[in-house]
């Protein structure tokens, strides 16, 4: 059974990215989750709250995965350092499939052997993201049909903090 990571920036986790670890677990029987360290992209959240809110948020909801890690630099290089044969990518609504296209594309020209598996999110968190997460929480709303307890609770701290 082939082994695989998800990768993403995931900042921070939702209900959206859940699903799509519980699908690619009825896949592959070893899948780690990779928080990408990219210093290009601006986050709410440094890499290893990231990884730590994700660890407890998958605890929340009973849902067991290898490992979490942090990672910088290519994907496919974590993806061999780790000896993941397969790359978990979600995809929503249409929003995600051209720059997922790209991406998958890229990747398999940097590592022909690794292979990049697509799963369609469910239907009710098809137009669920992370930023929208973000925006409803700071401008005082309920997220809790989005994201597990741990999460909002975090997301509370770090915009009184801001304030
Ligand atoms: P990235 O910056 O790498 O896109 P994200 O954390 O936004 O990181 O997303 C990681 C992966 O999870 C991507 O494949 C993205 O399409 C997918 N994803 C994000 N939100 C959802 C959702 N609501 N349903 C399904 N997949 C999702």
């Not at 899948?31 to 990219?38: K, P, Q, S, T, Y």
């Not at 409803?136 to 304030?163: H, M």
Request: proline content about 4%; some cysteine; charged content about 30%.
């Amino acid at each position: 059974m082939p082994k695989a990571i998800y990768p993403g920036s995931f900042d921070p986790i939702t209900y959206g990215h859940l699903d799509i670890v519980e699908r690619a677990e009825k896949i592959f029987d070893d899948l780690i989750v990779g928080i990408a360290e990219n210093p290009g992209k601006e986050t709410l959240f440094s890499p290893e709250e990231r990884k730590e809110i994700a660890e407890l948020a998958l605890e929340e909801e009973s849902i067991e995965v290898s490992e979490v890690i942090t990672f910088s630099g290519l994907l496919v290089d974590c993806a061999k350092k780790y000896n993941r044969e397969s790359i978990v990518r979600g995809l929503r609504a249409n929003s995600d499939f051209e720059y997922e296209f790209q991406m998958a594309l890229t990747n398999r020209d940097l590592a022909p052997n690794t292979e990049s598996v697509f799963l369609m999110t469910a239907g009710e968190y098809s137009f669920l993201s992370s930023s929208i997460v973000k925006e409803v929480k700071n401008l005082g709303g309920d997220i809790g049909s989005f994201v597990p307890n741990v999460v909002e609770k975090r997301l509370a701290e770090k915009f009184d903090l801001q304030e």
